[in-house]
Nanobody, 119 residues
Framework: QVQLVESGGGLVQPGGSLRLSCAAS????????MGWNRQAPGKERELVAT???????NYADSVKGRFTISRDFAKNTVYLQMNSLKPEDTAVYLC?????????????WGQGTLVTVSS
């Protein structure tokens, strides 16, 4: 199975930038699409960005043009570069990986990293 560990969260002022990292370990050869979700207090979890094994990306409308997802296959790591951050970006950011196990796709999740955008 796959284990995911996120890092890079913290406190940043509006307009600032942060880069989140998510390192995968374990059966990394079974990983397909990876991505980031986020969950703000009192709100439902929402998809932020995804990246496939071929490098195709997809973004939520709320982050298009500000966030960039990338992937280093040699390091089994996915990144989320967040620029022009807004207070409404404050949330716990969770990395996920789709993995092929027991002839079906399942989802592995990281523990989450908190991003706070505030002056």
């Amino acid at each position: 199975q796959v284990q995911l560990v996120e890092s890079g969260g913290g406190l940043v002022q509006p307009g600032g930038s942060l880069r989140l990292s998510c390192a995968a370990s374990g059966r990394t050869s079974s990983i397909g699409t990876m991505g980031w979700n986020r969950q703000a207090p009192g709100k439902e979890r929402e998809l932020v960005a995804t990246i496939t094994n071929s490098g195709s990306t997809n973004y939520a409308d709320s982050v298009k043009g500000r966030f960039t997802i990338s992937r280093d296959f040699a390091k089994n790591t996915v990144y989320l570069q967040m620029n022009s951050l807004k207070p409404e970006d404050t949330a716990v950011y969770l990395c996920y990986a789709r993995e092929w196990v027991y002839s079906t796709w399942s989802t592995a999740w990281g523990q989450g990293t908190l991003v706070t955008v505030s002056s």
